[in-house]
Each structure stands twice: as C-alpha cells, then as structure tokens.
C-alpha cells in the first residue's frame, strides 16, 4: 500500500539550529513533492515544491533535497527561529497528470528562544 | 490576488443533525477544488474533489456529499451527522495538479 512518513512526531531545537525533518515514501512514483507550513488551527501554507529532476531546491533559510532513488526529501531550516515554530508536512501527487495530493501526518518543530 | 473563504469558522452540532459547510474562491477561474479533514494530531485526508461545475469525485466512502453549483463555490454537505464526523475541515483550490492553497478552515464538533 501507498505510505508517507514523517520522521518523528515533534522536533525541539535551540534558536540558530538546523532543523532537518524527513519526509519518506513506499509505492508512490511522484513526479514532484511539497512542503507545506501549518500553524494551530489554520490551514497549510505552501512553502517549497521539487521536481522529480531537482536533487536541491533552496528558499531563503528553507532547503528542501529529493532522493527518488532513496525514496526520501529532506527539509532544513537553517538559523532556526522561534517564529519558524509550526508543523511542517510533506506532499506527494499520486500520479502523472492526477490533481490529487497525498500528505504526511506532518512532523511538529518547537524553537527555544 | 487569489483568496479562499470558509465559513463557519467553527461549528458544534448534534449528532443527527445536518451539516452545511461552504468555500468559495476569489481572483481565479475555474479551479481545482477540494474538500479535506484533518482529525486531531492526523494528516489530511482527501474527502472530494472537484475539476469543474457538476463534477465531484469522492475520495472516501461517508455519510458526506459535496457539491459545486457555481464555478468557484464548493459545499460539503450531511444529512445526519455522526460522532466522527468531528474535525478540522480544510477546503483547498488549484489551477492545474500541483500547488494547492488552503482556507482557514471549519472546525466541526460534534456532540
């Protein structure tokens, strides 16, 4: 069966830190992969998409890998800040040309000022 | 620019009771429209989704519909409500299969 996950449930870091979240998938042939931000009670805010062809994608203190070999796309987020606090989730298309995402449970980052 | 409305903003509700949510989307044509739920410390999971007026496919077996009456509106509905109808839903709109943007969401309490 098709399966996302996320590495564990929540990350606690210190402020400046790298935060490295995981994003691993099993019987999905994704032609590109999200990552989206999602605060307390409000929906998620798209942040970052790779292409099956990209190994790297950066925005600003976000860098996102995609290893279709491994099966796996890392987030960073450099010089981590409080405000950066969130959960943070990971999508895949589930196929050529289909208009439906597939998410992850979504991995809980907490930064200690 | 795009926006995304929801409405209500949170609702609590008998079980048995019907159920009416609705999202509309401004500043775009004919987009991909979608209906999630989001159960607590969960992912999301696809409810409907929609690529046109009239055309609505269901993800998952339920006791929800969905409908688009107009181009940029969609509408989850419910004839009876049940316990596990609780939640947080997110209605989403894209203009091709990529990139999909989300509303603020309904949160669903069903007592």
């Known amino acids: 069966s098709q399966k996302i996950e996320q590495n564990s449930e929540a990350l606690n870091i210190q402020e400046g830190k790298t935060a490295t979240l995981t994003c691993n998938y099993t019987n999905y042939s994704p032609a590109y992969l999200q990552w989206y931000r999602q605060d307390p009670g409000r929906g998620p805010v798209f942040l970052l998409l790779i292409r099956e062809n990209e190994k790297e994608k950066r925005k600003e203190r976000l860098k996102v890998t995609f290893d279709t070999t491994l099966k796996q796309s890392l987030f960073h987020i450099t010089a981590s800040q409080p405000a950066d606090s969130a959960t943070y989730l990971c999508?895949?298309?589930?196929?050529?040309?289909?208009?439906?995402?597939?998410f992850g449970a979504g991995t809980t980052v907490t930064v200690r000022a | 620019s795009q926006t995304i409305h929801q409405w209500p903003a949170t609702l609590v509700q008998p079980v048995g009771s019907p159920l009416s949510l609705e999202c509309t989307v401004e500043?775009?044509?004919?987009?991909?429209l979608y209906w999630y739920r989001q159960a607590a410390g969960r992912g999301l999971q696809l409810l409907f989704y929609s690529v046109g007026i009239g055309q609505i496919s269901s993800e998952v077996p339920q006791n929800l519909s969905a409908s688009r009456p107009q181009d940029r509106q969609f509408i989850l509905s419910s004839k009876k409500l049940l316990l596990s109808d609780s939640g947080f839903y997110l209605c989403a709109w894209s203009d091709g299969w990529e990139t999909q943007y989300f509303g603020p969401g309904t949160r669903l309490l069903v007592l």
């Open positions: 999508a895949l298309d589930k196929g050529a040309n289909d208009y439906k995402l597939s």
């Open positions: 500043g775009t044509s004919n987009p991909n």
